[in-house]
């Protein structure tokens, strides 16, 4: 199926993170742009990010949503308040949603208030937010979830919220850590259909994900990063990079169903994680 590359949506350069003097991530540069598909009308971008533990997956995600600060580089994401083309900004905090292991939740706020409290900052008016929440909750399944405390909700329920939460508040922008961690197989199922309903909603969505399910990378995202530690000039670094990129879309492997193509990927993804 033919696609097309449109507006860089995101663009990291030469990012390097350290903490007290150990560096953590070092140069690490990407571009990720908006990809229109023939005769579909909405395909928002899934990009995953595999590596063994230790390689600073999370530190990288945690920089990139803002919540600590780098050493250096840069990360511009598209600015959807300026119609200029291409328009873009530098990162803070709150413009990437993150969405952590645990699924955070206000213990004291409903699914409903958590969501309204999620868009305080948006110009939508007060029935403009109510018809919002009631529409996505409706789109993913949490209709009788709406006057529930989150210790009431179930775990799939409770991660659903807490991606409408980010979505809510940061717009375009998701980053997932680990979402699959831990979960049954009926929750995994329901993560997938998030990711489906997330992409679904918006050319311009982005979800962003770390995964050590090197198969479900690979049904889910169009790009897959592998992030190791590089060897350079036969001396292997102790720093986390990216080692790898694979663009399943000029793979011809996006939105397949999985085959024999996708089981030889599968390998050569755990080779480049072995060795790095």
């Known amino acids: 199926m033919k696609h097309e590359y449109k507006e860089t949506l995101l663009y990291v350069e030469n990012l390097s993170v350290a903490y007290d003097n150990t560096v953590i991530i070092k140069d690490i540069t990407l571009v990720e742009k908006d990809v229109v598909r023939e005769g579909i009308h909405c395909t928002g971008q899934v990009v995953a990010f595999v590596g063994r ?4 997956k999370s530190t990288f995600f945690k920089a990139l949503t803002g919540l600590v600060p780098s050493n250096s ?3 511009l994401i598209r600015d959807f308040k300026n119609k200029e083309p ?3 900004k530098s990162v803070k905090e709150g413009d990437i949603g993150f969405v952590d292991q ?3 939740l206000f213990r004291h706020k409903t699914v409903t208030e958590a969501l309204k409290f999620s868009l305080r900052k948006t110009t939508l008016s007060i029935t403009e937010k109510e018809e919002k929440i009631k529409k996505y909750l409706q789109e993913w399944g949490l209709e009788n979830c709406a006057d529930k405390y989150p210790n009431e909700l179930s775990g799939g329920q409770r991660q659903r919220t807490a991606i409408l939460e980010q979505l809510f508040s940061s717009d375009k922008f998701i980053v997932l850590d680990e979402p699959f961690s831990g979960l049954d197989v009926g929750n995994i199922v329901e993560v997938k259909k998030s990711f489906e309903l997330l ?3 918006s050319d311009f969505n982005t979800v962003i994900f770390s995964t050590h399910d090197i198969e479900l990378a690979i049904e889910l995202a169009q790009t897959i990063y592998v992030i190791g530690h590089p060897t350079i000039n036969g001396k292997k670094e102790n720093y986390g990079t990216i080692v790898a990129k694979y663009d399943l879309r000029d793979m011809g492997l996006a939105w397949k169903d999985y085959c024999e193509d996708h089981q030889k990927l599968s390998k050569e993804i755990i080779h ?3 060795i790095s």
């Open 73 to 75: 580089g840069k990360i």
């Open 53 to 56: 533990s230790g390689r600073g």
């Open 199 to 201: 992409s679904a909603a």
């Open 102 to 104: 645990k699924y955070t």
């Open 272 to 274: 480049q994680m072995m």
């Open 86 to 88: 291409n328009a873009a």
